[in-house]
């Protein structure tokens, strides 16, 4: 627009004006145009630069490639149209926006819509500017995410497995000598304080150890039949559960394929879910392992206490429990289940449950099966 004037301003350029050159000018200025017409080119391009038109319009440019690239390259690219009766010749189409024949109704039609696409491309030339902006600032932010990520897991990592580690060993002292005083002041208040004490820090740890080995996961083939007997063997060590090993039901289907998985994390998965069933049944509980489709599906089911439908959901959540009471008549500290999702997730699965309150719960998961 020239001079700000929101009519569309045009530049007419033309050496040795045709015959239709009137009816054109005449066309664009009745249809709203603001033409001005240039018949020498020597001061052309400070004019140009000064008035800054939506288009110029050059007529017959025989010989004014030269011109054509000057205009491109000193001035803020405005369209640039040829009228020309003689499509023959070096017109120079390439640096040209379009070129079209001196029929003024079509002209109009032509650079009315010119001029809105170029409008439009700006726009979007301008969108995609601050688009790629963000992009980057995106990018940047995401490198930046990603390196604190990788070392708030390495930091929470070295934490659990020290925790661990530095643990056990005086709390074993710890329990071993609170046993022994115990058994000394038989029916001692303090000393059972002490004993309770240390065996609720004995979960603690144990769950700390149990986060620990979900955190380093090794996907590779794993036999299921393995994995559940590791769950087994380890529940056995737990003072808890030394009588429990003959009301855990393995029922494994025949020719089970190995899955993809960790064998260590999967086990502590099994013996976390293994530990619940045993603590909220008094019945035998069942571990199965069938086959289903690319995958094969582990269900650890028990014929207990239950979990009412509104808590399915919450009893996955870190120290949450559906009865806090329970605490003291169960035992364990609600991040058993938190631990298996965990773990699962690593897997890429999910654990799903099924459960009546007063019937019993079932919790299974599928782990992609391998065909060695
Ligand atoms: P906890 O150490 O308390 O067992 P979990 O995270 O393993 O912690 O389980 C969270 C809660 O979910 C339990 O306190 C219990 O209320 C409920 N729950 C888990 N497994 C069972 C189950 N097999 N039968 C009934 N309730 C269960």
């Given at each position: 627009m020239l001079n700000g004037n929101s009519k569309t301003a045009i530049t007419l350029l033309t050496?040795?004006?045709?015959?239709w050159t009137d009816e054109l000018l005449n066309y664009l200025k009745d249809h709203g145009y603001l033409v001005t017409m240039m018949?020498?080119?020597?001061d052309e391009l400070k004019f140009l630069k000064e008035q800054s038109p939506d288009a110029i319009i050059i007529v017959?440019?025989?010989?004014?490639q030269h011109f054509f690239q000057r205009i491109r390259a000193q001035t803020s690219h405005p369209l640039l149209v040829l009228i020309t009766d003689?499509?023959?010749?070096?017109?120079p189409y390439e640096t040209a926006d379009a070129v079209l024949p001196p029929r003024p109704h079509y002209v109009d039609c032509q650079l009315q819509m010119l001029l809105h696409l170029r409008a439009a491309n700006e726009d979007l030339q301008k969108q995609n500017l601050t688009l790629n902006d963000e992009v980057k600032k995106l990018k940047e932010e995401l490198i930046q995410r990603k390196r604190t990520n990788n070392e708030v897991e390495l930091l929470k990592n070295a934490i659990v497995h020290n925790i661990s580690h530095e643990l056990k060993t005086p709390l074993l002292q710890v329990k071993a000598a609170v046993s022994l005083i115990a058994e000394d002041l038989k029916d001692n208040q303090l000393s059972q304080l002490a004993v309770n004490a240390t065996a609720r820090l004995e979960i603690l740890v144990k769950n700390v150890t149990l986060l620990g080995s979900s955190l380093d996961i090794n996907l590779g083939p794993v036999i299921t039949r393995d994995a559940i007997e590791y769950a087994r063997r380890n529940l056995g060590r737990v003072w808890e559960h030394?009588?429990?090993?003959?009301r855990i039901k393995v029922h494994l289907e025949d020719h089970l394929p190995p899955v993809l998985a960790d064998k260590q994390a999967i086990s502590t998965a099994l013996q976390l879910l293994m530990d619940n069933a045993l603590k909220f049944s008094k019945k035998d509980i069942e571990v199965r392992a069938v086959v289903n489709g690319d995958h094969v599906k582990i269900s650890v089911r028990d014929f207990g206490i239950g979990i009412a439908k509104d808590q399915l959901d919450a009893i996955?959540?870190?120290?949450?429990?559906?009865?806090?009471?329970s605490t003291r008549?169960?035992?364990?500290?609600?991040v058993g289940l938190a631990i298996v999702r965990i773990i699962l997730e690593r897997h890429n699965t999910e654990i799903n449950v099924e459960s009546r309150v007063d019937e019993g719960s079932t919790f299974s998961f599928m782990l992609k099966r391998i065909d060695i």
């Open positions: 050496i040795e004006p045709p015959s018949t020498a080119m020597d017959n440019p025989a010989g004014s003689n499509f023959t010749g070096d017109l030394r009588e429990d090993g003959t996955f959540e870190m120290f949450y429990q559906v009865d806090s009471s008549r169960y035992g364990g500290m609600g």
